[in-house]
């Protein structure tokens, strides 16, 4: 069993930054890709950035230069640090842990969530 807490979420102006928390603790033989995910308001979940254990970064086009992921392999933590934040931004923030380099059922791990707004 693996629980996944995200942090760091609120409400912030636009052009403002947050820095997003991901800790992954339980039972964890190895942890693989470490994601974050949101779900924009009326929107299915879409993927924001992922990190691979080999330090490979993924980044969706629309935030592309403006978040950065980076991890702590010691601490099987994940961060997402946000920068130059827009109203679009706004939504909850998942983070995913895999357990497997090609995850089935029992080895994908979510967090709660946490919100972020980009508000005036």
């Known amino acids: 069993q693996v629980h996944v807490v995200e942090s760091g979420g609120g409400l912030v102006q636009p052009g403002g930054s947050l820095r997003l928390s991901c800790a992954a603790s339980?039972?964890?033989?190895?942890?693989?890709?470490m994601g974050w995910y949101r779900q924009l308001p009326g929107k299915q979940r879409e993927l924001v950035a992922r990190?691979?254990?080999?330090?490979?970064?993924t980044y969706d086009r629309s935030v592309e230069g403006r978040f950065t992921i980076s991890r702590d392999y010691a601490k099987d933590t994940a961060y997402l640090e946000m920068n130059s934040l827009r109203p679009d931004d706004t939504g909850i923030y998942y983070c995913?842990?895999?357990?497997?380099?090609?995850?089935?059922?029992?080895?994908?791990?979510w967090g709660q969530g946490t919100q972020v707004t980009v508000s005036p």
């Open positions: 995913n842990v895999d357990t497997s380099p090609h995850p089935g059922p029992g080895d994908e791990w």
């Open positions: 990190i691979t254990d080999g330090g490979k970064t």
């Open positions: 339980g039972i964890i033989f190895r942890i693989y890709t």
